[in-house]
């Protein structure tokens, strides 16, 4: 592949730990890459409460069977506790709830604080004012560098609220004018 002007780009090195200049331009990059935004919710069984994170690595996968996956950082403290769950519910966040987002996103936050929710068919948290839900069970977990790509069997679904998506580009948040 060939820059207009003629001269290869440079290849982005190995990522390397301490590799601080290609890991911005990856970053720069992908984001690039216009995606949506959902809470990954469940109950601690543990609690009884509910938790979740906010994610934009969500990605439907197959239609027979049902599969969804998502990406999950090995650092995330929420994941291990969300994984202990039988099942987790995916809530596709409306253009109205980025205070959801950035709660969900918000490490050692109280997730569900002030949060308004009702119960999808399998107890999972269905968050006021999201789109759509998608209650699942993990399937597989396969470790991909410092995240983990997991890959969920749908087990229910539904839309929910009539509403705009809430829209993640390049590091900020914006709605869908289509
Ligand atoms: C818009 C947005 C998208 C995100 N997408 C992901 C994602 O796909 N995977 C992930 O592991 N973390 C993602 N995060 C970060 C998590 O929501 C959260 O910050 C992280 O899990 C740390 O919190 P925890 O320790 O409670 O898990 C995203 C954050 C934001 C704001």
């Known amino acids: 592949m060939h820059s207009p002007n003629g001269n ?3 290849p982005l090195s190995p990522v390397a730990s301490g590799a601080t200049a290609d890991q911005a331009r990856f970053r720069s990059v992908l984001g690039r ?6 809470a990954v919710a469940g109950i601690d069984p543990v609690g009884g409460l509910p938790t979740g994170l906010a994610a934009n690595s969500f990605t439907s996968v197959s239609l027979d069977p049902p599969l ?3 990406c999950v950082a090995h ?3 929420t994941w291990p506790v969300l994984r202990r769950a039988e099942t987790v519910c995916v809530n596709i966040l409306g253009q109205r709830q980025e205070h959801v987002c950035r709660q969900l996103a918000a490490k050692g936050a109280a997730k569900f604080a002030g949060l308004t929710w009702s119960s999808a068919p399998s107890g999972g948290p269905v968050i006021d004012g999201a789109l ?3 209650e699942c069970a993990v399937e597989q977990e396969h470790v991909a560098g410092d995240h983990v790509i997991v890959v969920a069997r ?13 829209v993640f580009y390049r590091g900020g948040y914006g709605g869908f004018d289509g």
């Open 68 to 70: 969804v996956a998502f």
């Open 154 to 166: 749908v087990l229910d679904l539904d839309v929910h609220h009539d509403d705009e998506p809430l």
């Open 75 to 77: 650092t995330s403290s």
């Open 33 to 38: 890459f216009a995606t949506g935004v959902v």
């Open 8 to 10: 290869a780009p440079t």
């Open 132 to 134: 759509a839900w998608i």
